[in-house]
T-cell receptor, first 110, second 109 residues
Framework: DVKVTQSSRYLVKRTGEKVFLECVQD?????MFWYRQDPGLGLRLIYF???????EKGDIPEGYSVSREKKERFSLILESASTNQTSMYLC?????????FGSGTRLTVV | QKEVEQDPGPLSVPEGAIVSLNCTYS??????FMWYRQYSRKGPELLMY????GNKEDGRFTAQVDKSSKYISLFIRDSQPSDSATYLC?????????FGAGTTVTVRA
């Protein structure tokens, strides 16, 4: 089974900091996604990538950017963290029969 | 109107009961339908995957899709305390998924 690893389970950052969230897969899947999950709002797509150096905006890209320099790694960047970006961040890959998710990173911005 | 509507619950049932979860959707282009289970502080895990109208069974779980009514369901038979989790419906066009908000289920021992 494919494994999706998110580098941090919990993060606390200060307002204005630049934040990097890392996601690594152990196979060769092309499509990778970043979601945030908030109570009552469900999962919302931030960005996705369908190949190295290829990216597309999702539904809520404002305040975020992404990087995919290697096929196995997809990074989410918060350019200047704000308190409204406190959330659970989930990375996922498309395995044809649905997504496989990482365990998530719970980010708190203070 | 959201593309995918799911009653957030919460839903509390006694052990052994049948759990019934539902989602409705508005986009008739959705091709694939999934149910995910998410335990507290974990990422969602895929439970069921289907692409056609009708029923699909996997052990105690049955997924039902009615494309004409734009309605999907998940049934859990003989529910166990270990089934206590949040259940998310999801559906896709190509490789992009749209999720319901999730229903929190508690199975009481």
């Amino acid at each position: 089974d494919v494994k999706v690893t998110q580098s941090s389970r919990y993060l606390v950052k200060r307002t204005g900091e630049k934040v990097f969230l890392e996601c690594v897969q152990d196979m060769d899947h092309e499509n990778m996604f970043w979601y945030r999950q908030d109570p009552g709002l469900g999962l919302r797509l931030i960005y996705f990538s369908y190949d190295v150096k290829m990216k597309e905006k999702g539904d809520i890209p404002e305040g975020y950017s992404v990087s995919r320099e290697k096929k196995e790694r997809f990074s989410l960047i918060l350019e200047s963290a704000s308190t409204n970006q406190t959330s659970m961040y989930l990375c996922a890959i498309d395995t044809v029969y649905g997504y496989t998710f990482g365990s998530g990173t719970r980010l708190t911005v203070v | 109107q959201k593309e995918v509507e799911q009653d957030p619950g919460p839903l509390s049932v006694p052990e052994g009961a049948i759990v019934s979860l539902n989602c409705t959707y508005s986009n008739s282009a959705f091709q694939y339908f999934m149910w995910y289970r998410q335990y507290s502080r974990k990422g969602p895990e895929l439970l069921m995957y289907t692409y056609s109208s009708g029923n699909k069974e996997d052990g105690r779980f049955t997924a039902q899709v009615d494309k004409s009514s734009k309605y999907i369901s998940l049934f859990i038979r003989d529910s166990q305390p270990s089934d206590s989790a949040t259940y998310l419906c999801a559906m896709s066009v190509d490789y992009k998924l749209s999720f319901g908000a999730g229903t929190t289920v508690t199975v009481r021992a």
